[in-house]
């Protein structure tokens, strides 16, 4: 079985940049999250999707990040405009619905804003 | 508020050794309980879970934890560690009717020879 996937892996980009990131589910899983990870620090939910509807978020800062999840399967999500202390690791994780809470996660994007 | 606690941020073991790494959850309900593993630049890879029922359960890698409602603890342990256990671990609680996870700050494992 496939797991998540996510692309890119690193990205580099300069202040007031936009960045997109995109994340493909484990094939049947209902739920999918994007998660801001700081170094030294605890993955932060970011927004959780439920299909193609959003379940939470209220931790992402909607004045310049955005997520979709059109189609219920694959999602992006978007900075603009990028900010230095978005330099992070975005992780995106799926799991079936009605789990409890165990989650799969991709491998990451790392970015660095310059 | 849910909220997790990890009182070690570094934890050194040599290989062979036992390990014990803690974790401290604050919770209303009956939480379900997770611990996750992440090697460098990788994502997370869940180790072993704990919804209701037996408070010992194993996971992955030879991994067990305890869930001890008591002490609102449920701490990861390993007879015997290996160099490939060297890697960071999160403890999260999830409130189960929403599957949202909160995540305590991480303990890096480092395993000498």
């Known amino acids: 079985e496939a797991g998540v996937a996510q692309s890119p892996r690193y990205k580099i980009i300069e202040k007031r940049q936009s960045v997109a990131f995109w994340c493909n589910p484990i094939?049947?899983?209902?739920?999918l999250y994007w998660y801001q990870q700081i170094l030294g620090q605890g993955p932060k939910l970011l927004i959780q999707?439920?299909?193609?509807?959003?379940?939470?978020d209220s931790q992402l800062p909607k004045d310049r990040f955005s997520a979709e999840r059109l189609k219920g399967v694959d999602s992006t999500l978007k900075i603009q405009p990028a900010k230095l202390e978005d330099s992070a690791v975005y992780l995106c994780?799926?799991?079936?619905?009605?789990?409890?809470?165990?989650?799969?996660f991709g491998p990451g994007t790392r970015l660095l804003v310059l | 508020a849910q909220s997790v606690t990890q009182p070690d941020i570094h934890i050194t073991v040599s290989e062979g050794a036992s390990l014990e790494l803690r974790c401290n959850y604050s919770?209303?309900?009956?939480?379900?309980l997770f611990w996750y593993v992440q090697s460098p630049g990788q994502g997370l890879q869940l180790l072993l879970k704990?919804?209701?029922?037996?408070?010992l359960v194993q996971g992955i890698k030879g991994f067990e934890a305890e869930f001890k409602r008591s002490q609102s603890s449920f701490n990861l342990r390993k007879p015997s560690v290996h160099w490939s256990d060297a890697a960071e671990y999160f403890c999260a609680v999830g409130a189960g009717n929403t599957d949202k996870l909160i995540f305590g700050t991480g303990t890096r494992l480092q395993v000498f020879p």
């Open positions: 704990y919804f209701s029922g037996d408070t």
């Open positions: 994780a799926s799991s079936l619905a009605g789990s409890g809470g165990a989650q799969y």
């Open positions: 919770y209303g309900a009956t939480p379900y």
């Open positions: 999707f439920q299909n193609n509807g959003v379940v939470d």
């Open positions: 094939s049947g899983h209902a739920t």
